[in-house]
């Protein structure tokens, strides 16, 4: 049902970011329906690119790596129309420059970071989930955004959190039982 991919990267990444890029179709970025990025020791990422920096439909999940990734539109995606459980994106840790010109990452779906440290400069929202946002820890610094975390529902259990937002900082958007943007 759902294409999968997988990379245990113990080698230049750069080579398997091109193969994967190859078979995507992609325009210096990755498009999958799910994508999983894990390293055996710390490696580099580079993607430029002319739409989303990494993009699935179902989800994307980060164990660890140094990504820096320069996006005309979102940095990290994943969006999934068809089912309203998946398009979400999980990052257990790692390191991230991200430079984006709309979200530095975008779920139709839930986005959960458990670690990691994270630099976001964006021209809309640095986490943007149609669910929920949860920080459960790590070092997250929004330098640009126009608004830091938003979610349906935005949970923050630890970590480093500092956030500047030409709007809001963290905006839970439809957390009221009434249905009333918060």
């Known amino acids: 049902r759902h294409n999968y991919t997988m990379f245990a990267a113990n080698v230049k990444c750069r080579n398997i970011l091109q193969r994967l ?3 995507a179709g992609g325009v210096g ?12 020791f710390q490696i580099g990422h580079g993607i430029a690119a002319a739409d989303n920096g990494i ?3 179902d989800q994307i999940k980060i164990l660890d790596g140094s990504f820096d990734i320069d996006a005309a539109n979102s940095a990290v995606k994943a969006k999934n129309t068809d089912d309203t459980e998946l398009g979400n994106i999980y990052i257990a840790g790692g390191i991230f420059t991200i430079e984006a010109e ?3 990452f975008h779920a139709t779906g839930s986005i959960v970071v ?18 929920d946002t949860v920080i459960h820890g790590g070092t997250i610094l929004v ?17 480093d ?9 963290i905006n839970a958007a439809n957390s ?7």
């Open 21 to 23: 890029d190859q078979q």
């Open 55 to 57: 993009t699935a439909k």
């Open 161 to 169: 959190i500092t956030i500047n937002a030409s709007d809001d900082g």
């Open 143 to 159: 330098e640009k955004s126009y608004e830091g975390l938003e979610g349906k529902r935005v949970v923050v259990n630890g970590g």
């Open 29 to 40: 970025g990755i498009e999958k329906d799910q994508v999983e990025l894990f390293a055996a």
């Open 102 to 104: 709309q979200d530095g």
């Open 176 to 182: 009221g039982d009434d249905g009333a943007n918060a």
């Open 114 to 131: 458990d670690d990691g440290t994270i630099t976001v400069n964006s021209g809309e929202d640095g986490f943007h989930a149609d669910l």
